[in-house]
C-alpha cells in the first residue's frame, strides 16, 4: 500500500486490514476466519503457503481487469472486491450499496499465482523419505555459514546458536512464521552446479541439505527429521540477498528450487542422517 494511504489512527488502521483480509476470503472463496486478519505479514505468508501473492497495481487510477480485484476508493477508508470494465463493487465489507464506487482508485491488488508453470508441473523433485545431508547453522545475518555435527532444534525458536533462533537473521520477523529452520534439496544444489555455478552445500545458506524427498510436498504439513517435528510453510524462494552473499547465477538458478521454510514444533537433536519424512 502506498506510505500516503497509511492511517496514524490505530482502530483504522485495523479496520483497513481486516476489510482488506475479508476481500481476500472472499475472493478465494473460504471463510474470513481462515484467514489472517493482520492485513500485513500474516497475510502475505498464509497467501504464500497457498502459492499466491498480492500484486500492487502501479497506477490504479482507471485500472480495468476483466475479474476480481481488491480496491481502494478514493475517499473510502476500507477495501472492496472489484470486477469489470469500467469497474464495480461485487462485495464490500462495509456493505455500501451494491455497485457504488468512486471513480478513482487510490490503490490496487490483484490476487495472483506466483508461479502458474507450477502447477502444470513444471518441477516435482524426488518423493518419498528423504535424509539429511549436511546441518550449517550461522550466527549472525550475513557470516558465514558452519557446517555442524548435530544441531539442537528449540520449538518455536530454530536451531540453537543460528541466527534466526537468536532473532538476528536478515529476514527475522516476530511476527512472521516459516524462520525457525530453512531446508533445501540436495538435487537442486546438483542441478545448480550443472548449470555453471557450484555452491558447496553450506553455502546455499539454508540450515539443512536433504536429499531424496521432494520439499514441495511437505508445504502446509507436519513432517520430521529425526526426531524433531516440524510444519511447512511455504518455499524459501533465492533473492538478490543471496545472489549478493553467494555469486552470480544462484537468483536464476535457484528459482522455485530454493527449498522449504519451516517451524520447529518440537525440540531435540537433528544429525547428519536422519530420516525426512511427511506425517
Not at 110 to 132: D, S
Not at 172 to 180: A, F, H, L
Not at 203 to 231: H, K, Q, S, T, W
Request: overall charge negative; glycine content about 16%.
Amino acid at each position: 500500500m502506498k506510505e500516503g494511504l497509511r492511517d496514524a489512527n490505530p482502530a483504522a488502521q485495523d479496520r483497513r486490514a481486516a476489510s482488506l483480509s475479508a476481500c481476500v476470503a472472499y475472493v478465494l472463496g473460504v471463510d474470513p476466519s481462515e484467514v489472517p486478519g493482520d492485513g500485513g505479514v500474516g497475510l502475505r505468508q498464509w497467501l504464500a503457503g497457498l502459492g499466491l501473492g498480492l500484486v500492487p497495481v502501479e497506477s490504479p487510477e482507471g485500472f480495468e481487469w476483466p475479474g476480481l480485484f481488491l480496491g481502494l476508493s478514493r475517499g473510502s477508508s476500507t477495501w472492496a472486491v472489484f470486477f469489470g470494465a469500467p469497474p464495480g463493487i461485487v462485495f464490500d465489507p462495509e456493505a455500501r450499496p451494491d455497485g457504488a464506487t468512486d471513480a478513482v482508485l487510490d490503490a490496487a491488488f490483484v490476487l495472483a499465482e506466483h508461479e502458474p508453470l507450477h502447477r502444470a508441473g513444471r518441477h516435482r523433485g524426488p518423493g518419498g523419505a528423504g535424509t539429511v545431508e549436511v546441518i550449517a547453522l550461522c550466527a549472525s545475518a550475513e557470516g558465514p555459514m558452519v557446517v555442524a555435527h548435530s544441531a539442537e532444534a528449540v520449538a518455536g525458536r530454530g536451531l540453537r546458536g543460528d541466527r534466526y533462533e537468536r532473532g538476528a537473521g536478515t529476514f527475522s520477523n516476530p511476527d512472521g512464521r516459516g524462520y525457525d529452520l530453512t531446508l533445501v534439496e540436495a538435487e537442486a544444489l546438483k542441478e545448480l552446479a550443472a548449470g555453471g555455478v557450484d555452491l558447496a552445500p553450506a553455502e546455499a545458506r539454508r540450515n539443512l541439505v536433504v536429499r531424496g524427498i521432494a520439499l514441495d510436498d511437505l508445504i502446509g504439513r507436519r513432517f520430521r527429521v529425526g526426531e524433531v517435528e516440524l510444519f511447512g510453510q511455504r518455499r524459501c524462494e533465492p533473492c538478490s540477498h543471496l545472489e549478493r552473499l553467494t555469486r552470480p547465477g544462484v537468483l536464476r538458478g535457484l528459482v522455485h528450487r530454493g527449498g522449504l521454510r519451516a517451524d520447529v514444533l518440537s525440540g531435540g537433536t537433528i544429525r547428519p542422517g536422519d530420516r525426512v519424512e511427511a506425517l
